[in-house]
């Protein structure tokens, strides 16, 4: 669920303290990271210089003109640092809250056998704790004993409560949850300053982004077309003096802020910000500002089947006898084996025995050894304590088990599981020993509306891939069904780093989601690795973003804010540049006018004076700055379209409509701007 607070405005809290921060960013340190706003800042300087002491630079008479220059200048500065101001203050006050909360946290951790409180901020990685109900989880960690309903919506926003358990799928908690009911005994997974917690608040507080690779390449750009504009500008003094004309410094100030590109300088920051803020806002934890732009750059896109394209559950829908065995016996055996089995399809199974009045000997089941299903084994089971080994996994392996034991596998075994596979189910076979007794039919189920969202992601120029365990008939059913462009089959964790790498190979960007340590490796090679909050500290670690919501199918949302933030800088970049264009035909012949008539015929939009010209278009590169923030801030709406389109698309509402907007404005701007001088 999307974090309900995005939904609200910005309080009258937040814009007083970006005001108050707009000043405090003044700060040439802190200016001289946006080199484009930092050639604004003195030329500000230089012009209020001008105006303490006129004499030194003109004549008394141009003071006015200069101190409206200094202010217009001021503004811009100021509406800049606003900007940015207001993209890092949404995420300050979720940041200042989650510090609170970690400040006034407590622990009872266990010494010795006893329960000792002590703050929080004093727990070490390794150190085991309990929580109980109406306490807060001081830290990240992972339960070895108990269960507990744990209130998450401080971090995530969703207000319904989660099951958390030792052992199971759901046994890694976050620190500033609640437990809401029983108790859990945790050890700690992180050491102090690196939690879950304390990596949100280093991601919210935009003072510690790193920029991107395409934010750095377009400062890069910014910087140089500054730098031209400013030796144009610097070398327009003597050609004018030349021809001439004589043009006061403020004027050239006014040329030069105007034509560099104080638009976007003014807003990048808080285009970056802010697509970080999104993504947060949207229950993700981005590691870096790289890794939600590398999500906008997405050629690639692998997902687990189980989970992500479907809701994962899968149940035991009916269990099937080959070679002439009988049902009673396959079940008893199915259930024994799933008895000391925690995941969903081992729990499955004796909820079907239970519906069909079954029943199985329990005591076999409670005096074995358990035997853990592996992505490598791809098989789970029981050895028994009077020798016998019974398994259960897929229909592959569970033959090649019977088979090296000296069995035989019934002729039949793979008409029914082709005819389960071909229903969509997934085929588990039963065996003990060397006699395979039959298949459980698992039914899973895709998720409504997944083959339009792919299709979704087709029309942005990704491909899909599916992953699953599931033999090669499930996996096409499934993929068909789903509309996903290709999957493979009885996939291993080296089968998805291979795909990952060949992708890459082809110069890709690979995009995967994962839960479990089998996930890691993959993860950590994918460009942009989603992890699950209720997955494993290994996934965790190796992924780059953390869905806090633990939905793997938010990896389409994620990619669809990456591609937002990419367009939303190069819209505005766009208009920005385009916004020169009228600029140049209002200021280029208001200061040669006079002296070169011939130069009127630039004047296109009939602007009253050199002067009023001037200022207007001054005045417009200033608020136009401001007038952005909104679209900064929430970001260009995005539609699935192919890369030439969107071109096409920004080109025309952004590229010509930063040639006609200014025109428009500055015009406008003139008739005031005439009334007053």
């Given at each position: ?439 459980i039919y698992l039914k899973d189920t895709v998720k409504p509306g997944m083959k339009e969202r792919f299709q979704q992601l087709r029309e942005m120029g990704i491909k899909t ?45 690979v995009a995967m989601t994962g839960d479990g340590t089998n996930d890691a490796p993959a993860l950590a090679q994918a460009d942009v690795g989603l992890a699950m909050n209720s ?143």
């Open positions: 669920m999307v974090n309900k607070e995005k939904k609200k405005g910005l309080s009258a809290a937040a814009v007083r303290s970006a005001a108050i921060e707009s000043f405090i960013k003044l700060n040439p340190a802190a200016m001289i990271k946006n080199p484009v706003m930092f050639v604004v800042e003195l030329s500000t300087i230089i012009v209020l210089l001008m105006v303490v002491f006129p004499h030194y630079f003109s004549s008394q008479d141009a003071i006015g003109f200069n101190i409206t220059v200094f202010i217009i200048l001021m503004f811009t500065l100021l509406f800049a640092n606003f900007a940015e101001a207001i993209a890092e203050g949404r995420g300050k006050a979720q940041a200042n809250s989650l510090k609170r909360s970690k400040q006034e946290m407590f622990a009872n951790k266990l010494i010795g056998g006893k329960v000792v409180v002590i703050p929080s901020t004093e727990l070490r990685k390794g150190d085991i704790f309990i929580v109980s109900q109406g306490e807060m989880i001081p830290g990240d960690g992972e339960i070895i004993e108990g269960l507990a309903s744990v209130d998450e919506s401080a971090i995530t926003g969703e207000s319904a409560a989660v099951i958390k358990e030792a052992g199971g799928d759901f046994s890694s908690v976050t620190g500033g949850t609640r437990v809401v009911s029983d108790w859990i005994k945790v050890r700690l997974t992180s050491d102090p300053g690196q939690s879950f917690i304390d990596r949100m608040i280093a991601l919210v507080e935009g003072a510690k982004r790193q920029k991107s690779p395409n934010e750095i390449a377009l400062d890069t750009l910014l910087t140089s077309l500054t730098v031209i504009f400013l030796i144009v500008v610097v070398t327009l003094a003597p050609i004018a003096n030349y021809v001439g004309v004589h043009l006061e410094i403020p004027v050239l100030i006014a040329l030069l802020v105007c034509l560099i590109p104080t638009t976007i300088g003014g807003l990048l920051s808080a285009i970056g910000i802010a697509g970080m803020d999104r993504v947060t806002q949207f229950n993700v934890l981005a590691m870096s500002g790289k890794a939600v732009e590398a999500a906008g750059d997405i050629n690639t896109m692998i997902l687990d089947k189980t989970g992500t394209i479907t809701y994962g559950n899968r149940m035991a829908s009916d269990i099937i006898p080959v070679g002439g065995n009988e049902l009673v016996t396959l079940a008893a055996w199915a259930a024994i084996s799933s008895a000391q089995d925690e995941t969903p399809e081992g729990r499955s199974v004796l909820e079907w025995m239970k519906k069909q009045s079954m029943s199985y000997d329990a005591s076999l089941a409670q005096g074995g050894e358990f035997i853990p299903f592996k992505a490598e084994t791809r098989m789970s089971g029981m050895d028994l304590s009077d020798g016998r080994k019974v398994r259960k996994g897929s229909v592959d392996t569970v033959r090649k088990w019977v088979l090296a034991g000296g069995g035989l596998v019934p002729p039949d075994l793979e008409k029914v599981s082709n005819h389960v596979a071909a229903l969509g189910g997934t085929p588990l076979a039963v065996a003990v020993d060397n006699e395979l007794l039959g298949v891939i599916m992953c699953t365990g599931d033999n090669p008939l499930t996996a096409a059913t499934i993929a068909k069904e789903a509309g996903v462009d290709d999957f493979i089959a009885e996939s291993t964790p080296e089968d998805k780093i291979t795909v990952i790498r060949r992708e890459q190979a082809e110069g890709k960007m997955g494993t500290i290994a996934a965790k670690e190796a992924a780059n973003m953390i869905d806090l919501d633990s939905d793997p199918s938010k990896i389409i949302e994620v990619v669809a804010i990456g591609k937002q933030l990419l367009m939303t800088r190069g819209a505005l970049t766009t208009f920005s540049i385009a916004n020169d264009i009228a600029k140049y035909f209002a200021i280029i012949p208001a200061m040669f006018m006079l002296a070169i008539p011939e130069m009127g015929v630039l004047n296109i939009m009939k602007l009253g004076s050199p002067l009023s010209a001037i200022l207007s278009a001054l005045i417009f590169n200033a608020i136009i700055i401001p007038l952005l923030i909104p679209l900064a801030i929430k970001g260009v709406t995005y539609k699935p379209m192919s890369g030439s389109r969107l071109l096409s698309r920004n080109l025309l509402i952004y590229g010509l409509g930063g040639v006609i907007v200014p025109f428009a404005g500055i015009k406008l701007l003139d008739y005031v701007v005439r009334l007053w001088v």
